[in-house]
Every structure is written in structure tokens, then in C-alpha cells.
């Protein structure tokens, strides 16, 4: 069996005989006709059969010669037809790309490029997988993860994809008529809210704007939910 560096010597052997001499191989390789010569030489030594019969008017492959001639041509063939593939996919986009995405993330900002980015790239196999927890987007397997914010762990890069997103806090009439309507931050302490929960069990902190100045609420009340819709319908 022929070893890894000696792959060389296998397409010379393959040259030689597709162009029928060596001196019509080295024209072709732009190499010395010796050099050639001498490579095939060692390699029908290494494989310990001969491989061409050397006539001064012809050259001729043995029985072995054409059996191996074949499975190094195949072998050939098939490498330079994966070489031909791989410059498919350097210049068309293809294969599959997992996405792991909240729910409003995936309605608000990717299901509307969606029609674009099929005509844009049609080789594209495309997983959306809603999940409110932040995953190891690496561990799990996925390419890219989107969530509101800019927070990833160590060793990922967060890239913006949209605007800022305002939020509003809101209520029912008969909640405001049962504790009052708030005026500030603060006046948020004396309601029941209901809060988004992450995967991880922790609670979204409200980002509040008063004075210009950023404050932060957490929501306390009876219910938590792991979908933004689900707030909203309760």
C-alpha cells in the first residue's frame, strides 16, 4: 500500500500512462522527463509489482498496472470532483443554519426577513428553535443565538440586527382603579405585576427611563411566564 507521501508518485503513474509516454508527461507537467521516470521506478519498488513494461517504441502497462492504473484514476477523480464541489459552496452559500431564538425574537425581527433571505439564498436550510433560556449556542450545537439585548457569554460576539425596541409598562382599568395609577419607578412597588422568566428561573428586570436617568424595576406578583405573549394575554 502505497504511504500519504507517496500520493505524488500515484499521479505521476497516472500522467504517464494517460499521455502514453514519460516524455509527453513531463511536456505536460512541466517537469524533467528523469524525474519522472525515476519516481514511477521507486514506486512499482515500494509496491513490489511492476507496473509498466518499457519498450524504446512503447509503453504498456502489465496486468497489475491496469488494475492499479484504475483505483488511482478513480481515486483521482473523486478528489478533484470534491475539490470541484467545495468551490461550489465557497462561492453559493449552503447547508444547514440552526438559529436559537426567543419567540419575540424570532416574530419581531427574523420571521419578516424570511421571504428575502430564501430568495437570497435558496441552498439554505434554515432551523428557528424558540427557547426563552440562554443557551451554549456552541454545546448545543447551534450557529448563531438572538436575544434582546447585548449580553453573551464569554467568547461569543454579540452583533446588532435592529433598532432599540421600546417597551411600555401597561395595565388593565380595573388594575389601575383597584392600586392607583403610577407616576414613578417607585410607585411600581405597591403593584402585583406579572414578570418574565427566563429558562434559568431568574426574573427580567424592567428598564425604566425617569429624569433621564435608567432605573430598573423587579416585577413581584403572583405570576410569571416564559413568553412575552403570555403576558400580555394574562
Known sequence: MAKRENYNDLYLFMKVV??????????????????????????????????????????????????????????????????????HYRHTPSGTVRINASQHAIDKVLLPKLAVFKQRYPDIRLELISESRFVDI?????????????????????????????????????????YGFPQTPTDLVGHPCIAYQFGDGSLYAWELNQDGKKITHQPQGQWAFADSYMEAKA
Do not use: C, N, W
Open 18 to 87: 494517460r499521455e502514453g509516454s514519460f516524455t509527453a508527461a513531463a511536456q505536460r507537467l512541466g517537469l524533467a522527463q528523469s524525474g519522472i521516470s525515476r519516481a514511477v521506478r521507486e514506486l512499482e519498488e515500494r509496491l513490489g509489482v511492476q507496473l509498466l513494461v518499457r519498450t524504446t517504441r512503447k509503453l504498456s502497462l502489465t496486468h497489475a498496472g491496469e488494475l492499479f492504473y484504475r483505483k488511482v484514476e478513480s481515486g483521482f477523480d473523486a478528489l478533484d470532483m470534491g475539490l470541484a464541489t467545495l468551490a
Open 138 to 178: 456552541i454545546t448545543e450545537r447551534f450557529d448563531a443565538g438572538i436575544r434582546l439585548g447585548s449580553e453573551v457569554d464569554s467568547g461569543m460576539v454579540a452583533v446588532r440586527i435592529s433598532p432599540d425596541m421600546e417597551m411600555a409598562v401597561v395595565g388593565t382599568p380595573g388594575h389601575f382603579q383597584r
